[in-house]
T-cell receptor, first 109, second 114 residues
């Protein structure tokens, strides 16, 4: 079956760095997406990786290793507004997104 | 309108009633999607449409139907609601279906079936 695993919850300190991991097993692979979702709001797009390596976008970076079925989202210089859930999703061979349950990130002052 | 709108924002519904959740986008995206989001689970695809006039079943289609009469609108109908359909429903769209395009989400509808 298809499976996306990510930690349920993580806690970090304002100004620090946090890495959110995602492992996947899917039927085919057409890229991996990261979304941010604040409580009670819609998911919003953060990043897309289809090739191995690191993609950097401001304070956020995303890494992909296709051979290991592994990705991480790296958040630097954490701000209180980064408190949210981070959703990992893989696009399978049918171009449908398979979603992880999300990682709730709690930022403490 | 900017982006995707959904209506209603929230609804409490008696079991057995019929309900249509509305979704409209103004981005001229070809593909649209309906997901449900439940605590502890990832978003699950209910139905999708890659272009006006076509629809397809997702992971959890039972009890739901959709139509795509035009590019902008993609309503989701619960013919006879059951308590297990209590969830937050998100509509999304992307420029194309069948490609690795980013999906953009509406604000969601919180539905409670009693």
């Amino acid at each position: 079956g298809q499976n996306i695993d990510q930690p349920t919850e993580m806690t970090a300190t304002e100004g620090a760095i946090v890495q959110i991991n995602c492992t996947y097993q899917t039927s085919g692979f057409n890229g991996l997406f990261w979304y941010q979702q604040h409580a009670g709001e819609a998911p919003t797009f953060l990043s897309y990786n289809v090739l191995d390596g690191l993609e950097e976008k401001g304070r956020f970076s995303s890494f992909l290793s296709r051979s290991k079925g592994y990705s991480y989202l790296l958040l630097k210089e954490l701000q209180m507004k980064d408190s949210a859930s981070y959703l990992c999703a893989v696009m399978d061979s049918n171009y449908q997104l398979i979603w992880g349950a999300g990682t709730k990130l709690i930022i403490k002052p | 309108i900017a982006g995707i709108t959904q209506a209603p924002t929230s609804q409490i519904l008696a079991a057995g009633r019929r309900m249509t959740l509305r979704c409209t986008q103004d981005m001229r995206h070809n593909a649209m999607y309906w997901y449900r989001q439940d605590l502890g689970l990832g978003l699950r695809l209910i139905h999708y449409s890659n272009t006006a006039g076509t629809t397809g079943k997702g992971e959890v289609p039972d009890g739901y139907s959709v139509s795509r009469a035009n590019t902008d609108d993609f309503p989701l109908t619960l013919a006879s609601a059951v308590p297990s359909q209590t969830s937050v429903y998100f509509c999304a769209s992307s420029p194309s279906g069948g490609r690795a395009d980013t999906q953009y989400f509406g604000p969601g509808t919180r539905l409670t079936v009693l």
